[in-house]
């Protein structure tokens, strides 16, 4: 016991020493290492801290704030095992380094970048908007009138990470989804639990390395924008070419039909009598015909859109059941 403690006064001594000659751009407490940012912006970071985890796993934590709230995670686990690393500041980066990762953390503006032991890079965050804050509030029609979350319950941050990635890059993973798509570059991806969805914050790619975030909240994985409903985008017609809505075609089982015109395909929610109060126009099932019988019926919507530039445009659809999409006559989603 009284050799490590020698051992302790001795390297807290010589860290005193070499810092009296100026000012260290980090601190250093067990496995953890911590920068504050120096040229602070409204949405970037203000703190940036690297746990090494072992040779080949470095965690990063950012906050907006001017400290780390404490926080259990879920994900993230007790570690017990200890993984040797050393810690230098040059040319304005703080950079840890194990055996098989470098870490390095611009000192100025918190971008990080990771390089193998060769000094290649593995992946780095992008030079603008590598990662940001926003200060979010959770809307009233998802509450309710009946919750009992307090005023700072219902604040929170929402945060957006940016990457630098290569053309031949292949992403794999973020759980199960029913888009049977596999490699995930260049795609959008809303996670979230679903009965036929699992998702799972964590992505494989072809250079090598993996991304977990530790978030077990809603989030985007490509395009951090929310879809827009057809009429919000596009100039809509119906069947017969008249302006303003699609043409919706609702077969029970038993064979009654209703037709009408449709500005939007959304039936997302179900929501609880007392939340609705608090959704203004935004009543999910409601939309549907009045008194129409679900089970065993089908529905076809048809029309025409037309967009005001031209652009690559993505959809998405939200469905529980079957569905088959065409465009121009052609099927271009089979059925699933």
């Known amino acids: 016991m009284k050799s490590k ?17 100026y000012a ?6 067990d496995n953890f290492i911590t920068i504050n940012v120096k040229n602070q912006t409204s949405h970037g970071p203000k703190i940036v801290r690297l746990q090494v985890i072992g040779d080949k796993i470095i965690r990063v934590q950012s906050t907006s704030e001017s400290v780390f709230k404490p926080k259990q995670s879920l994900i993230i686990v007790p570690q017990n095992a200890k993984s040797n690393f050393k810690v230098i500041e040059n040319d304005g980066n703080v950079i840890v380094t194990t055996s098989c990762v470098k870490a390095f953390v611009d000192e100025n503006t918190g971008r990080i970048t990771f390089k193998d032991a060769k000094s290649k890079t593995i992946l780095a965050e992008s030079s603008i908007g590598g990662k940001t804050f926003s200060p979010f509030v959770v809307p009233e029609r998802e509450i309710g009138v009946d919750s009992h979350l307090t005023e700072s319950q219902k604040h929170g941050v929402s945060w957006h990470a940016l990457f630098d990635s290569p053309a031949d890059e292949a992403f794999y993973g973020l759980g199960q ?3 049977e798509e596999l490699n995930m570059k260049g795609k959008n991806e809303d996670l979230y639990q679903y009965n036929t969805k699992v998702s799972v914050p964590f992505v494989v790619s072809n250079r090598n390395y993996g991304l977990l975030w530790d978030s077990y909240s809603y989030c985007r994985f490509g395009n951090p924008d929310g879809y827009k409903q057809l ?3 596009f100039a809509i017609y119906d069947k017969d070419g008249n302006k303003g809505s699609l043409t ?3 077969v029970q089982k038993d064979g009654y039909k209703i037709v009408r015109g449709e500005d939007s395909i959304y039936y997302e929610f179900a929501l609880p009598d007392l939340a609705k109060t608090k959704a203004g126009k935004d009543l999910g ?3 549907l015909p009045k008194g129409f019988k679900l089970y065993g019926s089908h529905v076809t919507y ?17 469905y529980a059941g079957y569905m088959k999409v065409y465009i121009d006559g052609k099927e271009v989603v089979p059925e699933r």
Not at 5 to 21: D, E, N, Q, R
Not at 302 to 318: A, C, K, M, Q, T
């Open 285 to 287: 099932v409601g939309l």
């Open 177 to 179: 989804h029913q888009s």
């Open 248 to 250: 919706g075609t609702y």
């Open 302 to 318: 048809e029309g025409y859109i037309e967009s005001p530039v031209d652009n690559l445009y993505r959809f998405i659809l939200y």
């Open 231 to 233: 009429n919000n985008l």
């Open 5 to 21: 403690i020698a051992k302790t006064l001795l390297s807290v001594a010589l860290l005193l020493c070499a810092t009296s000659g």
């Open 24 to 29: 260290v751009g980090y601190t250093q407490h």
